[in-house]
């Protein structure tokens, strides 16, 4: 965990995203919290993410999402080096029976 993001604001954020019930709530208190500009990056760096770790290319995953190489990049090296966040939320969305995106 990075020592620059944790305190007791930012807890608490998570906290409010963990206590959410479902996609619809999701969606309501996105809305609210981010620009639309900001939901989309986030949601970008996800399905880039997603695409990464299905062994596409940055080329295929350029031309799906809009991604920059720079972006796509950086994510990788999120998925190599990082602290596996990305690999956590993208494992247990795969064996969850609701994921009904592939």
């Not at 309501?28 to 299905?54: I, K, Y």
């Amino acid at each position: 965990m990075n020592s620059k993001l944790k305190n007791e604001n930012t807890d608490y954020f998570f906290k409010a995203v963990l206590a959410l019930k479902d996609i619809e709530e999701c969606y309501d208190f996105f809305e609210d919290v981010c620009t639309v500009s900001e939901l989309h990056a986030m949601t970008q760096r996800m399905h880039v993410a997603r695409l990464l770790s299905g062994g596409k290319t940055y080329q295929e995953i350029s031309a799906a999402t809009g991604a920059s190489t720079a972006t796509i990049s950086r994510i990788n090296k999120c998925l190599e080096y990082g602290t596996d966040g990305y690999r956590t939320a993208l494992e247990r969305l795969k064996n969850n029976a609701d994921d009904r995106l592939s």
